[in-house]
């Protein structure tokens, strides 16, 4: 594998599941970020991480719970979701936190 | 507040017609502005970097110009294999948070 992968691609879910995205980084970077993109409406920052710290929190909704837990792999975590929440969601990760992104494929989610 | 601004929206052009691509920022103290391709279904891949003005980055048909105020992406002789989305973001505060523009979607016709 090279560059960041993310799985599944595509998902499916009710509004009372629970379930994971999760996305792997096979760059030796150290910074990992999870976005969210909606139809019509500009890439939105959800969580940041440097060094396995969560260091930025765009003011998302407790429904979705990132876990960083070593320098190559993120997990976002969703529980209860809305229909609203249905969306591309892209992980990205950087060499430095002051360098370009690079992003994987992303998760194709709905909710329904 | 920070704000990235692209226009045009969308964009037709004809294989080897030359176009410029807009990308006009407000941000409280520039550290960077990033130009990203995205083709449908895809993550954005990565293009140039600017940090200054009058830095100019060139790839192929592609060239990226910053100033003050804004950048542009110029295009030049354009193929049907250009066609995709093209983002424009800035970066801000201390932990490379971007922000993105909603992106002008070119399409080139044979």
């Known amino acids: 594998e090279t560059g960041v992968t993310q799985t599944p691609r595509h998902l499916v879910m009710g509004m009372t599941n629970k379930k994971s995205l999760k996305c792997e980084q096979h760059l030796g970077h150290n910074a990992m970020y999870w976005y969210k993109q909606s139809a019509k409406k500009p890439l939105e920052l959800m969580f940041v991480y440097s060094l396995e710290e969560r260091v930025e929190n765009n003011s998302v909704p407790s429904r979705f719970s990132p876990e960083c837990p070593n320098s190559s792999h993120l997990f976002l975590h969703l529980h209860t979701l809305q229909p609203e929440d249905s969306a591309l969601y892209l992980c990205a990760s950087s060499p430095h936190r002051a360098r370009e992104q690079y992003f994987g494929p992303g998760t194709r989610l709905t909710v329904t | 507040e920070d704000q990235v601004t692209q226009s045009p929206e969308a964009l037709r052009l004809q294989e080897g017609e030359s176009s410029s691509l807009n990308c006009s920022y407000t941000?409280?103290?520039?550290?960077?502005l990033f130009w990203y391709r995205q083709d449908p279904g895809k993550g954005p891949e990565f293009l140039f970097t600017?940090?200054?003005a009058g830095e100019e980055k060139e790839k192929e048909r592609l060239k990226a110009t910053l100033t003050k105020k804004e950048s542009f992406l110029h295009i030049t002789a354009p193929k049907p294999e250009d066609s995709a989305t093209y983002l424009c973001?800035?970066?801000?505060?201390?932990?490379?948070?971007?922000?993105f523009g909603a992106g002008t979607r070119l399409a080139v016709h044979p």
């Open positions: 600017l940090y200054s």
């Open positions: 941000v409280s103290g520039l550290r960077g």
């Open positions: 973001a800035v970066r801000v505060g201390g932990y490379n948070k971007l922000i």
